[in-house]
């Protein structure tokens, strides 16, 4: 399974940004998908993630302001960004797991909060 993240930039505070996820590959039966980011200096932490049917999951740093969505017919997933704060940059990544557990990541996609 080949995870390819994209969508991030650079975006203005207060702006909005969509990233997207799409899986390619030998895909069955991806009951997980999710968004973490990394900034500098941190760990990588869990943004969002949703199950195949549709149940959300939000970490802190996703609360409020973010929404993770999928297309399961397109074995992708989303995650829109709304009123975007500095300490929200980072490089943003996507997660996939199947139903046995296996785990696939993306590359990555940077995410730059800056005026």
């Known amino acids: 399974v080949q995870l390819q993240a994209s969508g991030g930039g650079l975006v203005q505070p207060g702006g909005s940004l969509t990233l997207s996820c799409a899986a390619s590959g030998s895909i069955r039966n991806l009951a997980v998908m999710g968004w973490y980011r990394q900034a500098p200096g941190q760990q990588r932490a869990m943004i969002a993630t949703?199950?195949?049917?549709?149940?959300?999951n939000y970490g802190d740093s996703g609360k409020g302001r973010f929404s993770i969505s999928r297309d399961n017919a397109k074995n992708a997933a989303f995650l829109e960004m709304h009123s975007l704060k500095p300490e929200d940059s980072g490089v943003y990544y996507c997660?996939?797991?199947?139903?046995?557990?296996?785990?696939?990541w993306g590359q990555g996609t940077l995410v730059t909060v800056s005026s």
């Open positions: 949703s199950t195949s049917d549709g149940t959300t």
């Open positions: 997660k996939a797991s199947t139903i046995v557990g296996d785990e696939y």
